[in-house]
């Protein structure tokens, strides 16, 4: 049976290489606009962007989605005659905020678009290196929900008395009788106070006269 012998220096290459392979790497959106008097110059130079970023700056991904993009890189190309150029760029993060060093200056201000490529990676790596080791923001705290408030105890209703719903029906009225007063029986109360109004008539033009 073969033993594998793993040297130091393999493990050491192997963990680099890892490392290098887990990290992210930042994307970034070219846009480019070209002015000139030849006719070279109406050409689009982010496809000259796209082969100077693979060749100088393997680091970072070139992404035709500005929405996915992490950087986005600005050349305004200038070409005057046969050997007059200029580029300048000017190189944003996802917030479009020009990466520090680059907006101190105004851009970056080269004689050939490969030397504003080295420029602009070099100040993309930078930005981006800072950002992964910067500490995530702390997460805002999440506020308990409030509890549920206890129901409002029910109306408690007054208890009604039987006796105030008693049916009138059970109250017995007894007739009044009317009893005359003396023993005397009621012809004699009428006749009686049938002479009484008579002498009271006859007293209205003879005050002499008293009835009892």
């Keep these: 049976m073969k033993t594998l012998h793993i040297t130091l220096p393999a493990l050491i290459l192997a963990g680099i290489c890892f490392g290098q392979e887990s990290q992210p790497q930042p994307r970034i959106f070219l846009q480019a606009t070209s002015h000139g008097n030849v006719w070279a110059a109406r050409r689009d130079q982010s496809m000259e962007m796209a082969k100077d970023f693979a060749k100088n700056c393997p680091d970072v991904k070139v992404t035709i989605l500005q929405n996915a993009a992490d950087y986005t890189v600005i ?43 080295k420029a602009a990676c070099a100040a993309i790596m930078s930005d981006w290196q800072a950002r992964l080791a910067a ?78």
């Design 75 to 117: 050349l305004n190309h200038i070409e005057v005659g046969a050997f007059g150029r200029d580029n300048q760029f000017q190189v944003a993060n996802r917030e479009g905020d020009m990466l520090g060093g680059v907006r101190e200056k105004g851009g970056i201000k080269s004689g050939s678009i490969n030397g504003g490529v």
């Design 135 to 212: 500490p995530p923001a702390p997460e805002a705290p999440t506020q308990d929900p409030a509890p549920a408030s206890a129901p409002a105890p029910a109306p408690v209703q007054p208890a009604v008395s039987q006796a105030a719903y008693q049916p009138q029906s059970s109250v017995q009225v007894q007739p009044a009788t009317v009893t005359p007063s003396g023993g005397d029986s009621l012809g004699d109360a009428a006749r009686k106070a049938k002479q009484h109004k008579a002498c009271l008539e006859l007293a209205k033009d003879n005050p002499s006269i008293v009835c009892k």
